[in-house]
């Protein structure tokens, strides 16, 4: 898959096709790899957050606001936004990786994600990049209210059922596939009394319980 269609997601064409190879570049393939990039990926992102936050909430304090920065460019919503834009299927890895499924791994997408955030703002400078990355993240953006930012969907799921008294759900590892270096994991999410099971898959047991949390609370909005 050419990287034009990535291009396409963005809504942006790289003046320097070299920078958007590199920020797809895992140190697995090369020597010149996206370490770099992601370094001031974070910073950028961070800023841009930090901003797109301050407008939208006036009246937050500065930790609230600092909660809620922090869960939108944690590991777990830089895996999410990847997987939409199909960075996986981009990734440049060295063989090792590719046979043990790293296209997939949340860390390997969250970094590269994190790249290709530098790579934009060095092609296109800061407020460019800053218009990009707040396309990517949207949606998040929109969902977001006063204090998500503190509470990740195992807690908020527990808290949802005991307001409601029903008993607590289990968590039950379904599977361990992979070596132990580079394992996915699938985990099962039972809400006996409502018949509700759900599962979630992550690159560590608690990524794949939270995925699994998220999906019950969606199915209790159902």
Request: contains cysteine; hydrophobic residues 40%; neutral net charge.
């Given at each position: ?21 590199l ?37 937050l ?51 590269a ?23 990517v ?68 047991r ?17």
């Amino acid at each position: 898959m050419t990287v034009s269609r990535l291009e396409q997601s963005l809504a942006y064409t790289f003046n320097d096709r070299t920078l958007l190879q590199l920020a797809l570049t895992h140190r697995s393939y090369s020597a010149l790899h996206n370490e770099r990039l992601e370094f001031l990926g974070d910073a950028i992102l961070n800023a841009i957050m930090a901003r797109r936050l301050y407008e939208r909430f006036p009246r937050l304090a500065e930790g609230e606001l600092s909660r809620l920065r922090a869960s939108l460019v944690r590991q777990d919503s830089l895996h999410q936004l990847a997987v939409a834009l199909s960075l996986g299927d981009f990734l440049r890895l060295g063989e090792g990786e590719q046979k043990s499924g790293g296209h997939q791994r949340p860390s390997i997408l969250a970094d590269a994600l994190e790249a290709l955030f530098g790579a934009l703002w060095l092609d296109a400078g800061f407020d460019a990049a800053g218009e990009v990355i707040s396309r990517v993240y949207e949606n998040k953006l929109n969902q977001l209210t006063s204090g998500q930012g503190v509470k990740d969907a195992k807690t908020r799921l527990q808290e949802h059922l005991q307001g409601a008294r029903i008993a607590l759900p289990q968590y039950l590892l379904a599977s361990t596939e992979g070596e132990a270096h580079a394992q996915q994991f699938t985990v099962a999410c039972v809400i006996d009394s409502l018949q509700i099971r759900t599962e979630g898959r992550g690159g560590s047991r608690r990524a794949a319980e939270q995925v699994a949390a998220e999906r019950a609370l969606k199915a209790l909005d159902r």
